[in-house]
């Protein structure tokens, strides 16, 4: 266990570094929240729990539609800039562990996760919470990049240059996977379906430099890799020039993440 918190304190430093909130308001990444929260018809007046907020992607928009909204994330600036951008929504941003969610079971009516709980190191005890704190009837929604899309190929890209992570810490982009969210969850009723997120940047160089200098995982292998950056740089150019459906300078590239919506079975109040 003593591991297991050094790994969650590296997390919270990894995803504290760069500017994860410019990196998605450049890319229109934040649309996808947005789109989790319509699928879902969030109600006015619904208990909404969003694991792994991050900065808001899918708490504000649930906010927006009249729900009363608690967003939790490990870190800190993290939440720092949620508040900012959920500044006036009564959104009630907690700091804490998608492995041990601090609320009592059945407390919510929607628990929402927007590239969020895929990160958690150990997905069954995620899971496990999520189902714990959705009330008999509720809905689950969350969205995670699929291992065959765009950025499934850039995390394997970046993570080729990094040494492996620990035996105890599963995949993030088995959430991505049918049949492996499937295995994690008891009690919920599991639907899927794919969409494209389209990830926009004035050029493949630019887009680049920005996963380098904003996204934290790549800034700090940046920093690790010291010389050898340059070939990491050139293997994401070569991916992303490869996966560029613009036609033009632009980058505009297709990133596919698999939609899970669920919903808990009454039987199992």
Not at 104 to 110: A, G, I, R, T, W
Not at 159 to 164: E, M, R
Not at 224 to 229: D, M, Q, R, T, Y
């Amino acid at each position: 266990m003593e591991r297991l918190a050094e790994y969650k304190e590296s997390v919270r430093t990894t995803w504290a570094t760069g500017d994860y909130d410019a990196m998605m308001r450049e890319e229109g990444l934040y649309e996808v929240g947005q789109r989790l929260v319509d699928a879902l018809a969030v109600q006015s007046g619904e208990d909404v729990l969003d694991v792994g907020c991050g900065t808001g992607n899918a708490a504000l928009p649930a906010a927006r539609a009249g729900a009363r909204v608690t967003g939790l994330d490990l870190t800190p600036a993290m939440l720092a800039k949620a508040r900012e951008r959920g500044a006036g929504l009564g959104i009630d941003w907690v700091e804490g562990d998608a492995e041990e969610l601090p609320f009592p079971d059945e407390s919510f009516d929607v628990v929402l996760s927007s590239f969020g709980c895929m990160f958690a190191p150990r997905h069954q005890v995620v899971a496990g919470e999520m189902a714990r704190v959705l009330r008999p009837g509720g809905q689950l929604g969350v969205c995670a990049w699929t291992p065959e899309g765009t950025i499934g190929e850039f995390f394997r890209v970046v993570g080729g240059y990094l040494p492996p992570a620990p035996e105890y810490v599963d995949t993030p982009l088995a959430w991505g996977s049918e049949d492996a969210v499937r295995a994690l969850f008891e009690g919920i009723e599991l639907s899927f379906s794919r969409e494209l997120g389209m990830i926009r940047h004035p050029s493949v160089v630019e887009a680049v430099d920005c996963y380098g200098t904003q996204f934290g995982p790549v800034v700090l292998a940046r920093e690790a890799l010291g010389p050898e950056w340059p070939a990491l740089r050139d293997d994401l150019v070569e991916l992303f020039e490869r996966n560029n459906t613009s036609g033009s300078g632009r980058l505009v590239l297709p990133a596919e993440y698999l939609v899970i919506r669920g919903q808990r079975r009454a039987s199992n109040a």
